[in-house]
């Protein structure tokens, strides 16, 4: 009887060894996921956060910075409105938090806050920011809604194309988009 006991407790050994190894192989053969590239999104709001922004990132020609990355901090809020209808800015545009990685702009919350962080942040404009987000912006449209776009800083109105609108030293940034 003994010898039937120390045999199914062997069995069963052999059994969690197989199954831990089933569990560690693929996991160490595993690899990092190739992000999807980066797309102009033109489609109604609204409008989620690229999980895999590196791709967003480099399409903005910004460099990946660490996520605890603290220096160089201001923060400004952006209001859009697509055909009337305010629009949410989204949690962690600019942010890739699988690689550990943000854009010196990009948001922590759905707040409606635009953070800028870090080196670089003097020449990011408002076209960085739509490019990260991966929504169309230019002079005519924002995402689907193509007619008129219009932009005001601090309260005063923008001429001109609205990608270039620094975002270095403003409090608020107003976007709207009329079909």
Not at 31 to 51: G, I, L, N, Y
Not at 94 to 104: E, L, M, T, W
Not at 146 to 167: E, I, S, T
Request: glycine residues 8%; proline residues 7%; neutral net charge.
């Amino acid at each position: 009887m003994g010898v039937s006991v120390q045999h199914r407790f062997s069995r069963s050994r052999r059994a969690l060894a197989v199954g831990l190894l089933a569990l560690l192989v693929p996991a160490g053969c595993v690899h990092a996921a190739v992000p999807e590239p980066a797309q102009s999104r033109t489609t109604p709001p609204p409008w989620d956060a690229p999980r895999d922004a590196i791709s967003y990132i480099q399409a903005a020609g910004l460099e990946p910075l660490p996520l605890d990355l603290t220096e160089n901090q201001s923060v400004l809020t952006l209001h859009l409105r697509v055909d009337g209808t305010a629009v949410q800015i989204p949690a962690f545009v600019g942010v890739d938090r699988v690689r550990a990685v943000q854009a010196a702009v990009h948001t922590h919350d759905s707040s409606g806050q635009v953070w800028l962080e870090g080196k670089g942040t003097s020449s990011v404009t408002l076209g960085h920011f739509f490019t990260l987000w991966g929504v169309r912006l230019d002079d005519r449209c924002v995402g689907n809604a193509c007619g008129a776009v219009r932009v005001w800083v601090d309260g005063a109105p923008v001429r001109g194309d609205p990608r270039a609108v620094p975002l270095a030293g403003r409090k608020v940034i107003e976007v709207s988009a009329e079909s």
